[in-house]
């Protein structure tokens, strides 16, 4: 007969540890640590006891009683965490499902599928990798690796770049599939091994970049604090093994056998990715690991509230996690909260600032506003958290309802303009080229483009008429060969000619025009119908011109240019 008064679940899965206890809501598949003071409070509601025995208990136990509106406000949060069972027949809430999909943009997070059985089935037969012996026997192979690397650096980078062609790309991938997956499967078993379950494995885009991950949250339920970071550990640790045996392969078999090809990826890509897990300022391995030495769950989300608190006391509000830090606690927030809040943000930027050069030099003012719409829609989430905390978003209206409403469109209209006539970033323009035969005389004309001798050779390139305004003898040119991907070739405009293009090339891209570049080659690389892409560079240009530039725009501003020709010009 139910009481009406709360109750703990009882299938919740408990585990005590270090002075607090982690509970794991096997339905949610979440964890949540409570101090021990707290899991007693929570743990006295079967269902019968009143509020007021409760606090006799805990009177009893700790020498102090909580006040009603305490036990009352905590009984609520177990409710809102869903740890109470319901009082009511029929009225069971439906346990949550787990989305297959979660994160944001630069934090997405993708479930593929539960790896649990199959993990059972291998967990045996990987036994020898959980003892000393393996860490003995593959720990000379990975100094003997890195002897190798260091001493033949030089090697190597002459081979990685003999790796870019068609061909390798999928043997690449595949060798990056195998390593990221063998990665994942070791934290996997070694959760299996010391008791744990893994119900999840998928795929992460970390600020646009793939990768794997498994869910191995149940080794917060290992008592021991060795078999937590044992676990995080295994992951890169048998990465490692395989970057060095990758390694010996390359150096012992033939450059120019598949397998010397594969191994070479796979010690350039773990390579990568092993700097990059270990780094402790992005939730990968290295940030998990240093969270569990510290004895700290979700250590990135309490640093930044920490600091984001301290902030918000500018605005004189108080900061409750201020108040529940120890002093250990605040010292590691404030550290981590602002060396992981400055490498995201310079992370973010530095992504943000080569899209939107990408974009800009390849689309100008579409690419402009296409790299600003898309680092609107990027930070919209974080936005939005943050105008929805109380006391700057209330701070902030109150000031901004302060200023009149003309003040403001003028600020916004004075931004607005700063960045249009203020901002200035590099026009290119871009054709494609191809090399003609190598010159037998250079002319007076050519001598500007500051390009001699024997090893300079001219290519000709596809400008169309409506861009050729933009473009004067003497200005840089870069050009990529699709024979050549993995080299850059640099000149200057030699000559524009008046020839137009053929009639294919008038069809697609308007009326075309040639321009004349020296390149220099002293490799002599370059070899004469060789085709590929070129920039011009023609300086630097206000963000206004390269808005009303593109045929995008002519739509808007041709019309209104000839109705201020026509209308203006008459007022005078």
């Given at each position: 007969m139910a009481t009406g008064e709360p109750k703990l679940r009882s299938d919740l899965v408990v585990s005590r540890q270090e002075g607090f206890v982690v509970v794991k809501d096997p339905a949610?598949?979440?964890?949540?640590?409570?101090?021990?003071?707290e899991y007693f409070l929570a743990s006295q509601f079967d269902g019968s006891i009143l509020f007021g025995q409760v606090r006799e208990r805990t009177r009893q136990k700790v020498g102090v009683a909580p006040t009603p509106d305490v036990v009352e406000g905590f009984v609520a949060t177990l409710r809102r965490l869903g740890l109470l069972e319901t009082t009511g027949a029929g009225d069971e809430a439906p346990a949550p499902r787990a989305r297959r999909v979660r994160g944001d943009v630069l934090h997405l997070r993708l479930s593929a599928f539960d790896p649990d059985p199959l993990l059972d089935r291998l967990v045996g037969k990987a036994r020898l990798c959980f003892t000393p012996y393996f860490v003995a026997l593959t720990a000379p192979f990975i100094l003997l690796a890195l002897g190798i690397v260091i001493g033949q650096r030089a090697e190597i980078a002459r081979d990685l770049s003999r790796l870019f062609r068609v061909e390798t790309v999928l043997l690449a991938w595949l060798a990056i599939f195998i390593v990221a997956a063998a990665h994942e499967f070791a934290h996997g078993l070694t959760?299996?091994?010391?008791?744990g379950h893994v119900r999840e494995m998928g795929f992460l885009l970390i600020y646009f970049q793939l990768a794997f991950y498994c869910n191995v949250s149940d080794a917060w339920l290992f008592p021991e604090k060795s078999k937590r970071l044992l676990v995080t550990l295994a992951g890169p640790y048998f990465e490692l093994v395989l970057w060095a045996l990758a390694v010996l392969t390359w150096r012992f078999t033939g450059s120019d056998t598949w397998l010397n090809a594969m191994a070479l990826v796979v010690v350039a890509a773990s390579g990568v990715r092993l700097f990059v897990n270990l780094n402790p300022l992005i939730k990968l391995d290295g940030y998990y690991l240093l969270s569990d030495a510290l004895g700290i769950p979700n250590l990135r989300a309490r640093a930044f509230r920490y600091v984001s608190d301290r902030i918000t006391r500018l605005w004189g509000s108080g900061a409750r996690a201020l108040q529940e830090a120890s002093p250990r606690e605040r010292r590691i927030y404030l550290t981590y909260g602002l060396l992981a809040g400055g490498y995201s943000a310079w992370l973010l930027g530095l992504t943000a600032w080569a899209l939107g050069r990408l974009l800009t030099e390849r689309y100008q003012g579409t690419g402009a506003i296409l790299s600003a719409g898309l680092?609107?829609?990027?930070?919209?989430?974080?936005?939005?958290?943050?105008?929805?905390?109380?006391?700057?978003?209330?701070?902030?209206?109150?000031r901004l309802a302060s200023v009149k409403r003309p003040v403001k469109v003028l600020v916004a209209l004075a931004a607005g303009l700063a960045v249009l006539f203020l901002g200035r970033v590099e026009l290119t323009v871009t054709g494609k080229f191809t090399v003609t035969p190598r010159p037998q005389h250079i002319k007076s004309a050519d001598l500007s483009a500051g390009v001699h001798g024997p090893e300079a050779v001219t290519a000709e390139i596809a400008v169309p008429e409506k861009e050729i305004g933009?473009?004067?003898v003497g200005q840089p040119v870069a050009l990529e060969a699709r024979a050549l991907p993995e080299k850059s070739f640099f000149g200057r405009v030699a000559a524009i000619a008046p020839a137009r293009a053929n009639e294919e090339e008038d069809r697609w891209r308007g009326r075309v025009l040639r321009v004349t570049t020296l390149i220099d080659d002293?490799?002599?690389?370059?070899?004469?119908?060789?085709?590929?892409?070129?920039?011009?560079?023609c300086g630097e240009r206000r963000v206004v011109d390269l808005l009303t530039r593109r045929r995008v725009f002519d739509t808007v501003t041709r019309p209104l240019a000839r109705l201020l020709r026509a209308g203006v010009w008459s007022w005078w």
């Open positions: 949610a598949g979440r964890f949540f640590r409570f101090r021990e003071i959760c299996k091994h010391f008791g680092l609107v829609a990027v930070l919209q989430n974080r936005l939005k958290r943050f105008g929805s905390r109380p006391a700057p978003a209330q701070a902030w209206r109150g933009d473009v004067r002293a490799d002599l690389l370059l070899k004469p119908e060789m085709t590929g892409n070129a920039k011009i560079y």
